[in-house]
Every structure is written in C-alpha cells, then in structure tokens.
C-alpha cells in the first residue's frame, strides 16, 4: 500500500490483489456499453465507471493518479467452456421466445465476437504492464482499438437511439450477416486481427 503527502509529490498506490499505476482498477468495457442478456453485469460495470470517475477528481487533490483498465472480451478456454455449459442449460421460467433468442440469437453472436476480436489475457497483461511503467499513465485504457467505433457510436447522439437501434439490428436484423462477416474475418486474418489490438499505445 503506498501513501500520499501534501508536498506537491506524485505517489503511486498499489492495492492488494490488483496491480496498480497510482490506483488502478480493472472492468471492461461493459462500464459504458450495456450487452443484451448482460443486464446485471452491465449495471455494477456502470457503476465502477461512477465510481472511478468519481474517486479520480478527489484523489487528484492529494496528487494520487487513479487509471482504468478496460478490455473488451478476453477469448479463454474458461469462456468457451462457459458458453458450451449456458448452451445446455434449461431456463425455467423463462419464456420460449427469450430462450429461442438468448441460445439461437446471443450465444452464436458472442461466440463470433469472442473468437473474432478477443483478446487474450497476455494482451491485457501487456497492455498492464504499459500503464503501470507509464510516466503520465491515462485515467481510462482501453485494451481493444477495435471497440473503439462501438464507444463512439453511444456519444455520436445524445439521444442514446443511435446505439440502441443499431445494437438491436445488428444482432436480430442483421444477425446472420455478422455471422459470416466475422467468420471472413476469421479466416482472412488467420487470428492475427487479436494480436494487433494491443493498446494503449
């Protein structure tokens, strides 16, 4: 744990159980998109944006730096696992047209995006280590580049309709398009499209 003063000294403040650059905090980038049937998840993303954007102004005052880790998917074998038991699972209570669209419609299109553009965790582990070793290291660091147009989309309309309908066309419009889409990129990029999303740079 390190400590701060009043002296006009910057200080680093590592936490125990993560690694840190002043204080630094890990989440994804769920903290300012929300994910269909990631409701839940989404929600406590959101709220650790909050509360960093929060914390971040009042531990300036005592010249302490607080950075944000953001990824987006991580491909593992725990994730692919995951999504093999989810798949056969029952749902009780759970309507038949919300199960049809969870296992049919969501699952196959986090299956792409997981394979397609996630990273793996030495990626996020290198992106890591370039913010702790930074000298001026950024509040928010996003992992993945390639996330980067999904953010924009949100603050493209201040209505927030933007993103919205195009989320929802993208996954139940336009659902087996992506599909082939990100199966193209797949092939075509021969796996290397993850690892050049390493980033900050």
């Given amino acids: 744990m390190g400590e701060s003063d009043r002296s ?5 403040l590592l ?9 630094m905090l890990a989440k994804d980038e769920q903290s ?7 409701d839940v998840y989404a929600a406590s993303k959101f709220a650790m944006e909050g509360f960093c954007e929060s914390l971040a102004v009042q531990l300036l005052k005592f010249n302490v730096t607080l950075s944000m880790i953001e990824p987006g998917p991580v491909h593992t ?5 995951m999504i093999q038991e989810v798949k056969q699972r029952d749902c009780p209570g759970a309507d038949a047209d919300t199960v049809h669209y969870f296992k049919n419609v969501y699952l196959p299109s986090s299956v792409d995006i997981f394979e397609v553009l ?7 582990a290198k992106c890591t280590k370039k913010v702790i070793e930074a000298s001026s290291p950024r509040f928010r660091n996003m992992t993945n580049p390639l996330y980067t147009p999904i953010v924009a989309l949100k603050y493209a309309d201040e209505t927030g309709g933007l993103s919205v309908h195009a989320f ?9 398009l992506m599909h082939v889409s990100m199966t193209a990129m797949k092939y ?3 796996g290397c499209l993850r690892s050049r999303t390493v980033s900050p740079n």
Avoid: W
């Avoid at 936490?15 to 204080?23: D, H, I, K």
């Avoid at 300012?32 to 990631?38: E, K, T």
């Avoid at 996630?118 to 996020?124: A, K, L, N, R």
């Avoid at 929802?168 to 087996?176: E, I, R, S, V």
């Fill in 8 to 12: 006009g000294c910057s200080h680093r």
């Fill in 15 to 23: 936490l125990p159980g993560s690694a840190g650059v002043a204080m």
């Fill in 32 to 38: 300012f998109c929300g994910v269909v049937f990631n």
């Fill in 77 to 81: 074998e725990f994730e692919v696992k």
């Fill in 118 to 124: 996630g990273q793996t965790p030495d990626d996020i």
């Fill in 168 to 176: 929802y066309h993208m996954l139940f419009n336009l659902g087996p």
């Fill in 188 to 190: 075509l990029t021969c």
